[in-house]
């Protein structure tokens, strides 16, 4: 009887011990619910789960709001339902995957119930019970607007922002695939290239936004005039481009160029005044002047200088003997290859401001050649020489290692943490041993490595992007800082950007230069707004070059840009001016 009583009463503690832990279960439970529930129904993302059939059995609100239906119009619907129809295979064989227990991410396009598309970047991942899965959740992020952003950026990457022409870029490639086509039917093809006479004038007579007007009016022109075999390209400043494939003769490519010039010579009137353009052309043709873009180019462009030569509104065709150009050209060579040495080269400076407390932070270190017998040659002239020539590496090295000797200079003197930026070719950067330059030029000046700005060109990121990288993070390593210079003229695609170990962003001045306090709805101004929100997304500092105005430092400020350098802020001087600039520019912020 005692051992029947023990039993009973273990029996009992049992039973309780275990009804205290199904409660306890059971609450674990309820909370786990109540913490997916609200994951669910709060989560800003669409979040929405399928049977295997694709049937959807759950939606949160997120969903709801972003698509414009309610939850008992979408329940028991497929979600294929939603998709657009160039995306449903795709989405399709996403769900098959996933149902067959492999997560899988994608974008699609799916359809708002007022009928327009909205971009997504969708996320289905396998419901698995007891080992089986028994549905699928998707998980959407909205991303339309950084699609229509990435689209721009990637518009504006080949085209001209100010004509909506291809650019230089898009040129090239161009001419590439026509040269390939044209050796393969054995045709000829023509390079027109195209000056605008006499608009240095324009620009400094009438202004820049007179410039504008007329470099718009000069592609609108032109446009008329070019038949489906033809590319026109705004090439630089005021120069076009012009591909004439599948040529019947060298005639034609005379009659085509005679009809640009024609089509250019309608009046154009301006503040009610009535102007003429004119422009110089120079003609090569392929195969007989050149057999890849590089050479047709270069020699149209010789052309185009002997027509220029003789007086506006000519034209050229090239011609392979030696001319004065080229021998002015490699008399140039000559006299750039013992500037270094002969001490002809020197630095000027420009400041770099915050727009927090208006301090000078850095300067960017620019070249300038005095030349005994030319006297001062456009950076604009020799620089793209130099690369042409190979001389920019010695030049590249020696504007290095002085940039940083001056630093320490100042550092010594002004007792600032001042930084130098200092501007780094294509040709510098492709070298294999131009890290250890930098750290060479770290060495000698004895400078500390974050006070060194080295500023890439968008263009030469994108070349060869791993490259890129890897050269980056060594230069990091030493503890130097990095720029992408001229953002917006080239195509860094946004996946590459957020892998570029890169500290500043400089937003490239022709988008600076349209800036108005009043208009904040232009193209410009919605483009500089979302760099600097992409940089702020991207913990980068935003810099704006080529600011000339008050009225274009107090939008970019009201934009929430980080640093500005331009004329109005101050224009590049020389070593000796830079202690007076600095004291000024830190008195006025004190």
């Known amino acids: 009887m005692k051992n029947d009583n023990e039993e009973i009463m273990a029996l009992s503690h049992l039973v309780k011990a275990s009804t205290v832990e199904m409660i306890k279960l059971n609450a674990s439970l309820q909370e786990s619910e109540q913490r997916y529930k609200s994951l669910f129904d709060h989560n800003p993302d669409l979040i929405y789960s399928m049977d295997l059939t694709g049937m959807i059995t759950s939606v949160n609100a997120s969903l709801t709001r972003m698509l414009g239906y309610r939850q008992p119009e979408v329940l028991k619907t497929t979600a294929i339902t939603y998709v657009s129809e160039e995306d449903k295979l795709k989405v399709s064989n996403c769900f098959n995957l996933t149902i067959h227990g492999q997560t899988q991410c994608f974008t699609a396009k799916l359809y708002h119930k007022k009928g327009h598309p909205l971009e997504f970047c969708i996320t289905n991942l396998p419901i698995i019970v007891n080992g089986e899965v028994v549905g699928v959740y998707g998980i959407g992020k909205n991303v339309t607007k950084q699609k229509e952003a990435e689209e721009k950026i990637a518009h504006l990457a080949f085209h001209d922002l100010l004509t909506g022409l291809p650019n230089r870029m898009l040129f090239e490639q161009h001419l590439e695939n026509c040269l390939r086509k044209t050796r393969e039917i054995g045709e000829k093809t023509a390079v027109v290239f195209i000056d605008l006479d006499q608009f240095k004038m324009i620009n400094e007579s009438l202004g820049h936004q007179a410039g504008d007007h007329f470099l718009k009016y000069a ?38 160029s005679e009809k640009l010039s024609e089509t250019l010579a309608v009046p154009l009137i301006y503040n009610d005044q009535e102007f003429v353009l004119t422009a110089s052309m120079g003609i090569s043709i392929y195969p007989d002047d050149g057999l890849t873009p590089d050479v047709l180019i270069k020699n149209a462009g010789i052309a185009l200088h002997r027509a220029k030569a003789k007086g506006r509104g000519e034209r050229e065709f090239f011609k392979g003997e030696m001319n004065e150009f080229t021998i002015e050209r490699l008399a140039m060579e000559s006299f750039l ?21 208006g301090k000078v932070i850095a300067l960017e270190a620019l070249v300038r050649w005095n030349h005994p017998r030319l006297g001062i040659v456009s950076p604009g002239n020799f620089i793209p020489l130099a690369e042409e020539t190979g001389l920019i590496g010695n030049i590249g090295r020696w504007v290095l290692n002085e940039a940083c000797q001056q630093l320490k200079k100042w550092h010594e003197t002004m007792n600032s943490e001042i930084s130098i930026s200092v501007n780094v070719s294509g040709r510098q950067f492709q070298k294999l041993d131009f890290v250890y330059e930098v750290k060479e030029a770290l060495q000698r000046s004895k400078i500390d490595p974050r006070f060194l700005h080295l500023e890439l060109t968008e263009s030469m990121m994108v070349e060869n992007v791993q490259y890129g990288i890897n050269i980056m993070k060594e230069l990091k390593e030493l503890g130097i800082k990095i720029s992408i210079d001229d953002f917006g003229t080239g195509y860094s695609s946004l996946s590459y950007l957020k892998d570029f170990p890169i500290d500043i962003l400089k937003i490239d001045q022709s988008f600076i230069r ?56 101050g224009k590049p001087v020389c070593a000796a001016e830079i202690e007076e600039l600095f004291h000024t520019y830190h008195t006025k912020s004190s």
């Open 219 to 256: 592609a609108k022109q032109l446009k008329k005039r070019i038949g489906r075999q033809c590319m026109l390209s705004r090439y630089a400043g005021d120069e076009f481009m012009v591909v004439i494939n599948e040529l019947s003769g060298v005639e034609e490519a005379g009659r085509v």
């Open 337 to 357: 290859r013992n500037a270094i040495p002969k001490g002809e080269l020197s630095l000027y400076f420009q400041p770099q401001i915050s727009l927090d407390d």
């Open 514 to 569: 349209n800036l108005t306090k009043s208009d904040h709805s232009s193209t410009d101004a919605a483009i500089v707004r979302a760099i600097i929100t992409m940089c702020k997304g991207l913990s980068v500092t935003a810099l704006a070059e080529g600011v000339e105005t008050k009225q274009q430092l107090l939008v970019l400020k009201d934009y929430g840009c980080d640093h500005v350098q331009g004329f109005f802020i």
